[in-house]
């Protein structure tokens, strides 16, 4: 088995650091000081990724992506955790699940995303249904030959900037021994649409600048030719493309934990109190060398469920204990920064108390803590016929 990286992974690694340090750095306090992204800085950004030829590079080669497998890609996430998410979003990696457009829609919005003349997002969670996907409201019903959906969504990230929203909707229910369950089924849904309405969400402490946004449908009108895969089969297609998702909450939580570690390492290698640098001090050695070793096992069990899809090999469990363990690591990690740095650690003159605030989401969002346990035991226990 290989532990080192290839060239052409070192280059990617190179790469895409280098973008973000230079830049994705240099604009992060304006982000951070008005909660917006200038738009003539996302315009940068994105001309300046499809230049470099990474734009969509999670797509293949036929489509215009860069073909990168899910370990090369995983390394690009690492890379693109270190910066602010509002920035670089404008990276652009379009929706996997856009691999499942048929006939005219593969030239309508897959071929656009992946060129960067259509950007998109992705929407599931309602306020009445986060982790219970079959509990959502927002339903469709047939009418005339059309699809007529009504409901709301919110927590939807990049649909302020997004040209369409890849949609799951409720289209049914199907009476199980286990009670109702309902059929989902994905829609593409072009801004502007009748019936559509796209509004600001909620203020979040964590990552200024990435806005969540709230979806409203009043009788919004669709046709067949509108459904993502086939009617009733959002499921099927959500576990075809969409769980690998995870691998990039892992990853980039991975990037923003080694460099919320450079400043504690730095800080502690400079800061003296007692007559000598408090890396010295138990205290504080003992954390930073808890932090790299909970950081190490947080990437190789990233790139590890990576690789196994790459390879083929089954992977949900892997990449559930991937994210819950490096998410989750990123919050000891960035604690641990803050603790380090004592008092100065609160204050906005470094952005420690930044990455404190982000690192509180990535346990939440695609698939919180607790949903990625039962996965991780479910897996195990099922073939015990437990």
């Not at 909660?35 to 969509?56: N, Q, S, W």
């Not at 899910?70 to 856009?98: C, K, W, Y």
């Not at 509180?360 to 969002?365: G, T």
Request: hydrophobic share 40%.
């Amino acid at each position: 088995m290989r532990f080192g990286l290839t060239h052409e992974q070192e280059m990617i690694v190179s790469t895409v650091r280098g973008f973000v340090e230079n830049e994705i750095y240099p604009h992060e306090d304006i982000v951070e000081r008005t909660g917006e992204v200038p738009r003539e800085i996302a315009r940068e950004i994105k001309r300046k990724t499809l230049d470099l030829g990474f734009y969509a590079c999670n797509f293949p080669v036929e489509y215009g992506g860069a073909g990168l497998g899910h370990l090369d890609f995983a390394l690009v996430e690492r890379e693109l955790g270190r910066g602010s998410m509002a920035l670089t979003h404008f990276f652009g990696r379009p929706q996997n699940i856009l691999m499942a457009c048929q006939g005219e829609q593969i030239e309508r919005y897959l071929i656009p995303a992946v060129r960067g003349d259509r950007m998109d997002a992705l929407a599931m969670t309602e306020p009445d249904a986060g982790s219970d996907v079959r509990g959502m409201k927002c339903a469709a019903r047939r009418e005339g030959g059309d699809w007529v959906i009504n409901g709301t969504k919110h927590f939807i990230s990049g649909a302020d900037h997004a040209d369409f929203i890849i949609v799951f909707i409720a289209t049914g229910e199907d009476r199980t021994p286990k009670g109702v369950k309902k059929r989902i089924t994905a829609f593409l849904v072009d801004r502007g649409a009748p019936g559509f309405v796209i509004r600001d969400g909620y203020k979040s402490v964590s990552h200024r600048g990435y806005k969540n946004m709230i979806l409203e449908f009043d009788n919004c009108r669709l046709p067949d030719s509108q459904v993502l895969g086939e009617a009733d089969s959002g499921f099927a297609v959500m576990n075809e493309w969409l769980y690998a998702t995870r691998i990039t909450v892992a990853s980039m939580s991975v990037g923003r934990a080694r460099r919320v570690f450079d400043y504690a390492l730095e800080h502690a290698s400079t800061r003296k109190q007692f007559g000598q640098h408090i890396g010295k001090f138990q205290g504080v050695g003992f954390q930073i060398a808890d932090m790299i070793t909970e950081i190490d096992a947080a990437d190789w069990l990233a790139l590890s469920s990576a690789w196994r899809l790459d390879e083929g090999l089954p992977a949900n469990r892997e990449i559930a204990s991937a994210k819950v363990f490096a998410s989750e690591m990123l919050a000891r990690v960035t604690d641990a920064t803050l603790q380090i740095f004592g008092g100065m650690g609160l204050m906005d003159d470094f952005p420690i108390e930044r990455f404190w605030r982000d690192a509180r989401v990535e346990r939440i969002w695609d698939g919180t803590s607790e949903i990625q346990r039962h996965i991780i035991s479910r897996e195990l226990l099922r073939p015990l016929g437990a």
